[in-house]
């Protein structure tokens, strides 16, 4: 057939262990990501190699089949990315005020740009420094992680105008990938990426989706 009309991003992981099947002791609430009181939670384990998977797979997967399929995606009249996020990346969950400033200036962005600090990340959990650098304490990498892809979703908008490319949050929905503590179902949480996979306006790009509403980056 020789093109592509739509692209959705869907693959994630979590990028930490779970210490135990209990969802209460697994729950993780704004007040843990969110602000100076801040608890570590015990149960959800975080390490260097669960951090790198979890880029490998949020980031540098969609990058990379992405990039394989603009060929394709171009072909298109009517071409779209979506690019399943999370409130989670939205950057008031980020409590380091440079990667704040770095992801939040849409008109200065570069891939390049959003790369380092990926690396810069990825080296300070080699190192333990995931408090001292101001990162979050808990879902570090999975924030981060998301965080990236909504900034590489903008840089990729500004590359490609003749394709719609947003990213939504489906909202917390209940997968083996939360261990089914999230409050959606499946079927709920596809109405966001569906409504953005056929959006009539193709200027509607770079933007991103709470669920099926308009939001912001913030």
């Known amino acids: 057939?020789?093109?592509?009309?739509?692209?959705?991003?869907n693959a994630g992981v979590?990028?930490?262990?779970f210490l135990t099947d209990d969802k209460e002791k697994l729950a993780i609430g704004p007040e843990d990501l969110i602000g100076p009181n801040c608890i570590k939670?015990?149960?959800?384990?975080?390490?260097?190699?669960?951090?790198?998977?979890?880029?490998?797979?949020?980031?540098?997967?969609?990058?990379?089949?992405?990039?394989?399929?603009?060929?394709?995606?171009?072909?298109?009249?009517?071409a779209r990315v979506v690019n399943v996020s999370s409130?989670?990346?939205?950057?008031?969950?980020?409590?380091?005020?440079?990667?704040?400033?770095?992801?939040?200036?849409?008109?200065?962005?570069?891939?390049?740009?959003?790369?380092?600090?990926?690396?810069?990340?990825?080296?300070?959990?080699?190192h333990n420094l995931i408090e001292a650098k101001s990162w979050p304490i808990n879902l570090s990498a999975y924030i981060v992680s998301k965080a990236a892809l909504?900034?590489?979703?903008?840089?990729?908008?500004?590359?490609?105008?003749?394709?719609?490319?947003?990213?939504?949050?489906?909202?917390?929905?209940?997968?083996?990938?939360?261990?089914?503590?999230?409050?959606?179902?499946a079927e709920e949480a596809a109405k966001g990426p569906v409504k953005a996979a056929l959006l009539p306006d193709i200027r509607v790009s770079g933007r991103y989706f709470e669920q099926t509403e308009l939001s912001t980056f913030e």
């Open 41 to 78: 939670n015990e149960y959800v384990k975080q390490t260097y190699e669960t951090a790198g998977d979890c880029f490998k797979t949020n980031y540098y997967g969609i990058k990379q089949l992405t990039k394989a399929l603009i060929p394709l995606l171009k072909k298109s009249n009517s």
């Open 87 to 126: 409130a989670l990346g939205q950057l008031r969950v980020i409590p380091n005020v440079e990667a704040k400033k770095e992801l939040g200036d849409g008109d200065s962005l570069t891939e390049e740009k959003v790369d380092n600090l990926v690396e810069g990340f990825l080296e300070d959990v080699k």
């Open 1 to 9: 057939f020789g093109k592509l009309d739509i692209l959705v991003n």
């Open 150 to 185: 909504n900034a590489y979703t903008r840089v990729l908008a500004k590359k490609y105008p003749s394709i719609a490319i947003n990213a939504v949050c489906p909202g917390f929905t209940a997968t083996d990938m939360n261990n089914y503590t999230g409050i959606l179902t």
């Open 14 to 17: 979590i990028g930490s262990l």
